[in-house]
């Protein structure tokens, strides 16, 4: 690593490249990726999860001066050990310059592990210092520390720099310093390209150059479905949806591949084309999973698409594709906005089936429905089973129930309602108590009211002005006494 630690000394990345944080700022780390998980150091505060030894290396290499770091580590005693350069590097990925140093120091008094140099490696990448990386990188073949990993970080530290050929030229090299190009390789690079935004087309290029080469696999073309369907490409997915049948074939294995080639369609405003491929592939034991089941339907529900929905979840959950709760609602909200009740039934009866037991928000969707639509007998049934399930009407359904079946000639259940909700303790009585005397009154039952809002006042529940007006011109057609009726509570209603 002698080249490496050479042009080293004139990095202290006095001019980083405008992605990367200055070191000036040590709240500002550098993330590598998952696969290296390096963790974030602020200096100026405890971290809990890292060591009181590698904290004391750390502040070395944030406030040491340059020229000086190695004689200041070499100050402190600390036996350097693979573990601790391993944590240490983990949280230097902005301070390049002297993380090289480090590596250097402890390289003195102990051989670095194959996760070390990768570490190496990767922050060199993430800070564009390319020829110091393949310094270390031919160090590594010295040392037989060379792997796929390696390569994997170098892909996506080019990529995400832009240089994309010159990812695909490291590729072409591999196996001159020892990895295999199988396709494990290709993925890892395929996966990197088509991170990036809209580089999709450049992923397809480098897979048809070497696809007769390295036989591709499902994964290979998940990623590359990935890729359309984050830009859209409804026209390059097909294709590559024919590419994959010739190459791979059908395999219930690659539903990742599936879901994310059949939401690319749904999202692209071709849900029934979409549907036709889906019954091919269940034709094929070929289904796609939850995911794709998911998106669709959240992309479906927002087109206020019903028909293609339906069509979508008979198919999948007709296969024995689990939906959970959350799927079933959203189901049931799209049907019962688009009036189709019976539908709506169908699935909460279907749901006990699968496993899945339906919550207030099920019950409520389809109460609203059937009340919106004036379905009178079949809102008072559904009322009675909604409470012996223990799942109650809102507050905003109960208030619009009671109004509905007032006008619906069922007064009774009206009052139902209204009773169940004092019995129960509800919160936000408002909006019902002025349905139901409203209600009451249409009814000519003026007895009734009176006692209903003498209760309510008692109660302190909030009577509109415009409840009372109405119910004024009732009390005061029907004679002197039920005047002087109104007169009082109306008194009590002005105090209270």
């Not at 008094?109 to 800070?127: A, C, F, P, Q, R």
């Not at 073309?221 to 190459?247: S, Y």
């Not at 609602?329 to 169908?346: P, R």
């Not at 009773?419 to 509800?426: A, D, H, K, L, V």
Request: proline share 5%; aromatic share 10%; glycine share 6%.
């Amino acid at each position: 690593m002698e080249a490496m630690t050479e042009n080293s000394k004139a990095s202290g990345l006095r001019h980083p490249p405008k992605m990367f944080p200055s070191s000036e700022n040590n709240n500002s780390f550098i993330q590598p990726p998952p696969h290296l998980q390096p963790r974030e150091f602020p200096s100026h505060v405890d971290a809990p999860d890292i060591s009181p030894m590698a904290k004391i290396l750390c502040e070395i290499l944030v406030r040491a001066p340059p020229g000086n770091i190695e004689g200041v580590l070499g100050s402190t005693g600390i036996p350097s050990s693979p573990a601790l350069v391993e944590e240490v590097l983990q949280f230097s990925y902005n301070y390049p310059g002297s993380a090289v140093k480090f590596f250097r120091w402890a390289g003195h008094s102990h051989k670095h592990s194959t996760y070390s140099w990768n570490l190496m490696v990767d922050l060199l990448g993430k800070n564009q210092l390319f020829e110091q990386m393949w310094d270390a990188i031919r160090s590594m073949k010295q040392e037989g520390a060379l792997s796929l990993t390696t390569f994997t970080s170098i892909f996506g530290n080019y990529c995400s720099a832009g240089r994309f050929n010159e990812a695909i030229m490291t590729f072409d090299v591999m196996n001159k310093y020892g990895v295999e190009q199988d396709v494990l390789a290709v993925n890892s690079l395929l996966s990197a390209i088509c991170r990036e935004d809209n580089q999709t087309s450049k992923a397809l290029e480098f897979y048809d150059k070497i696809k007769t080469k390295i036989n591709p696999d499902g994964d290979t073309f998940t990623l590359l479905f990935e890729g359309w369907e984050k830009e859209g490409n409804v026209t390059k997915a097909k294709t590559t949806f024919g590419e994959m049948v010739v190459h791979v074939g059908w395999s219930p294995l690659n539903v990742s591949a599936y879901d994310a080639f059949l939401t690319t369609l749904v999202r692209g405003s071709q849900a029934e084309e979409a549907i036709k491929f889906l019954r091919v592939m269940k034709r094929k034991n070929c289904l796609p999973g939850l995911k794709f089941l998911s998106n669709a339907l959240d992309i479906l529900i927002k087109n206020n698409d019903s028909s293609n929905a339906l069509q979508l979840w008979d198919i999948m959950v007709g296969r024995g594709l689990m939906p959970n709760l959350t799927m079933y609602n959203a189901m049931i909200g799209l049907l019962c906005k688009q009036n189709e009740i019976n539908h709506a039934f169908c699935l909460l009866d279907d749901m006990v089936f699968h496993g899945v037991f339906p919550d207030s928000l099920s019950y409520n969707m389809i109460f609203h429905c059937l009340v919106k639509n004036k379905k009178v007998p079949e809102a008072a049934k559904f009322f009675s089973e909604m409470i012996k399930n223990e799942f109650p009407p809102t507050h905003s359904n109960c208030a619009a129930a009671i109004a509905m079946f007032f006008d619906g000639d069922d007064p009774e259940t009206g009052t139902e309602i209204w009773n169940y909700m004092i019995e129960n303790r509800f919160s936000h009585l408002d909006a019902s108590a002025n349905a139901l005397l409203l209600g009451l009154q249409s009814l000519g039952r003026l007895s009734e009211v009176r006692r209903f809002l003498e209760d309510m006042l008692d109660k302190r529940i909030g009577i509109s002005e415009s409840t009372m007006g109405k119910l004024k011109d009732s009390f005061y057609r029907v004679g002197r006494s039920s005047r002087e009726t109104y007169d009082r509570i109306s008194r009590r209603w002005k105090a209270s």
